[in-house]
T-cell receptor, first 115, second 109 residues
Framework: KAGVTQTPRYLIKTRGQQVTLSCSPI?????VSWYQQTPGQGLQFLFE???????NKGNFPGRFSGRQFSNSRSEMNVSTLELGDSALYLC??????????????FGPGTRLTVL | AQRVTQPEKLLSVFKGAPVELKCNYS??????LFWYVQYSRQRLQLLLR??SRESIKGFTADLNKGETSFHLKKPFAQEEDSAMYYC???????????FGQGTTLQVKP
């Protein structure tokens, strides 16, 4: 079974720009969660999408948004980029049902650098 | 508040020595707990889940609700165990994993 894929793998943007990251979950998984990983803050939850609806949201400003499509693929958008948004953005997918439904499988991440 | 604490940023042991990576959690309710591992230049991957009570790559972890701990143990460390280890909990019926800050395990030859 193919794993979680994320595109692009690397991005360089300048302050004020916006960016869109993409995540394709494991086939059959309906939940996609997004995380930000930085050396200082570690892994922090951004939001979760399930059946095209945002189900949970972390403590990030409204500049961070996302959506999910009917095929469970998800996109994350960050507008008005700031230097502090430089991070590795990870997405993870899960079934969200069944005994092991909460296990999340991670993609390789998108490395965003804001100059 | 929901929180996961891994008190050690770095744990360095010699090959063949026992390993214990500590994890304490704070959660009102019954959490699901996991250990994730990230080897150099690889993606984050699930190592153990507490509901399975299994042993993976020689690692085990027991949930102690009284001490709110979920420590990861291995009796004999191998060099290939060197990696970053994250303890995480998931609040019931959400897609939100709460991670500890991670512990780097360094196994010296």
């Amino acid at each position: 079974k193919a794993g979680v894929t994320q595109t692009p793998r690397y991005l360089i943007k300048t302050r004020g720009q916006q960016v869109t990251l993409s995540c394709s979950p494991i086939s059959g998984h309906r939940s996609v969660s997004w995380y930000q990983q930085t050396p200082g803050q570690g892994l922090q939850f951004l939001f979760e999408y399930f059946s095209e609806t945002q189900r949970n949201k972390g403590n990030f400003p409204g500049r961070f948004s996302g959506r999910q499509f009917s095929n469970s693929r998800s996109e994350m958008n960050v507008s008005t980029l700031e230097l502090g948004d430089s991070a590795l953005y990870l997405c993870a997918s899960s079934f969200r049902s069944g005994r092991f439904g909460n296990e999340q499988f991670f993609g390789p991440g998108t490395r965003l650098t804001v100059l | 508040a929901q929180r996961v604490t891994q008190p050690e940023k770095l744990l360095s042991v010699f090959k063949g020595a026992p390993v214990e990576l500590k994890c304490n959690y704070s959660y009102s309710g019954s959490p699901e707990l996991f250990w994730y591992v990230q080897y150099s230049r690889q993606r984050l991957q699930l190592l153990l889940r507490h509901i399975s009570r299994e042993s993976i790559k020689g690692f085990t972890a027991d949930l102690n609700k009284g001490e709110t701990s979920f420590h990861l143990k291995k009796p004999f460390a191998q060099e290939e165990d060197s990696a970053m280890y994250y303890c995480a909990l998931i609040a019931s019926n959400t897609g939100k994993l709460i991670f500890g800050q991670g512990t780097t395990l360094q196994v010296k030859p």
